[in-house]
């Protein structure tokens, strides 16, 4: 940040309304993804980049990374989902590409290694283990 840039007075880190709406966001749309018996669907299991418009579980918890939040007990169930989609290599796939026009290729196919979802499961690890 240069030395005459100041932070928004509604930064996630500064606001006053943090805890709230961080617990909001955790309580609810951390289960966004589960089912009536309360398991994670596939949808929201599947991975993708780039996201567009959908909600997965990477994004949810790399938002909250991004946001600052320390991990806690309601994200260890996500946060162990994104750990076992690591492959043999340990990278992970792209598992869920959407539909739509892209400026160029950057991932291969669904199912192939991707370097987005690597890099942005290896920061959601390295946030979770930090607590």
Known sequence: MSAGAQ????SVRDSSATTDSTNWFIDRKTQAGCSA???FTAAWTE???P??????????LDYLRR???APDDRMAEAIDLVRKTRDEHGRWPLENP?????HFEMEGRAGEPS???????????RWASAS
């Open 7 to 10: 932070l928004s007075p509604y």
């Open 37 to 39: 018996r309360g398991t």
């Open 47 to 49: 991975i993708s980049f």
């Open 51 to 60: 996201t567009r418009w959908h909600y997965d579980i990477l994004w949810g």
């Open 67 to 69: 946001a600052g939040v």
């Open 98 to 102: 959407h539909p739509g026009p892209v």
């Open 115 to 125: 370097r987005w979802n690597t890099l942005r499961a290896l920061r959601v690890l």
